[in-house]
């Protein structure tokens, strides 16, 4: 099977900007850090009890409510306010409109979560309660079009586009994904397989400390990863900073995720017994262990892989395993796989409301001799999750320690 090779393609958004932070003095550093902090907290300070405020309202005429607002919202340094586990969101306009509040911790539903108006002004909101941990992605549907926050100014980018973000007081922003200092950043080459339709793109990362036999991770959906998951730069600063060893990985990026994904057993042959020996053959490379992981239909497959090829497989990370596909059938493959000592990896967020089926894919592979960790997240089915929760899952599954 022959393949294009193109070395030292950048697949590292805003690599550039991070080269050139990592060369700066060390004492500009926590200057950084805290400024990233306030930025990211500073909703958290301004929230006040905006329901009292409300009521403060009520005696009064339409042009003092409207006036009194607008004193308010000058003073106001950043959207949504957000106090303990508190978070009123806002919108502006001065003809009627119909708004609704919209993300993972509904459902994405469309008008579950609406605002209200401040009677006489041009004032709507919409008051909600969250764990204080969490992380919140959403969009607005303002008369029937999805729109972006515009009056929150942070926002998280993922394969479906743009989602506004909140920040929750005891939520912690992973620094994995920030640029080490000094550290040079890896580039993967990038290799492509097969012509037409069925062309696949794939990008071989090797950390520069990485022997021929070093620990070898398979990425699922592996074009995302790099550019929304910080894979590259996780990897980088996990084995800079010892939580890992030197690895080297695969970022397999198909063309119809769809069927590939869907528990496909001629993707999975495709995968193990042409592309992946391929490359290491190419590089020369002959892994100790092997790992393969993914997120969504991706990390099915990765689940679904132990079914005929658990003896390839030293372990597995799935991040929010979309296994309820075809009625939880994947519990019945894993119940009759020949798993047995492998380590399986799986995270999934709350706001996915996935855990009762979780458990039935934990008790499966519990079965049959697996040894599992769970990583729950407060957070929805996005990349923020997925960053949060892939040191912690690689770590759980390279580690020596039982």
Known sequence: ??????????????????????????????????????????????????????????????????????????????????????????????????????GDFNGWSKNATPFYNIVGTDVYYCRRTFPI?????????????????SLNKRIARGGYGVNSVVYMPDYRFPTSVLPGHNTALTIPDT??????????????YRHVRAANDAPCLVFLDGQDYLRYGSAGVILDNAVRNGDLPPVTAV?????????????????LKHMMTRLLPDIWKSYGWRPRQKFVGGVSLGGL?????????????????????????????????????????????????????????IEKVKAALQARGARVSYFPVTDGHNWGNWRATLLPMLKNLLSTKE
């Open 191 to 204: 290799l492509t397989f097969g012509d037409g339709s069925d062309r696949e793109t794939v990008y071989v």
């Open 1 to 102: 099977m022959g393949f294009e090779r193109t070395s030292g393609v950048r697949m590292y958004p805003f690599v550039g900007v991070f080269h050139k932070l990592c060369t700066y003095p060390k004492w500009v550093w926590p200057i950084l850090l805290f400024t990233l902090s306030c930025t990211f907290f500073s909703s958290c300070s301004n929230g006040g009890d905006f329901d009292e405020y409300i009521q403060d309202l009520e005696p009064l005429s339409t042009q003092e409510r409207q006036q009194r607002l607008d004193e308010y919202w000058h003073n106001i340094s950043s959207f949504p306010l957000v106090a303990d586990s508190v978070v009123w969101f806002f919108y502006k306009s001065d003809q009627p409109v119909s708004v609704f509040l919209s």
């Open 301 to 357: 497959t990765a689940l679904y892989a132990l079914k005929d090829y658990s003896d390839e497989w030293a372990g597995v990370f799935a991040q929010s395993p979309s296994v309820w596909v075809d009625s939880l059938a994947i519990v019945g493959f894993l119940s009759d796989s020949n798993v047995g000592g492998q380590k399986v990896a799986v995270s999934m967020g709350k706001f996915e409301r996935q855990e009762r089926y």
């Open 251 to 267: 970022f397999i990026n198909t063309p119809d995720r769809m069927r590939a994904y869907w528990l496909n057993d001629n993707y």
């Open 133 to 149: 941990d969490a992380r919140i992605e959403y969009k607005l549907l303002v008369n029937g079009v999805w729109q972006t926050d």
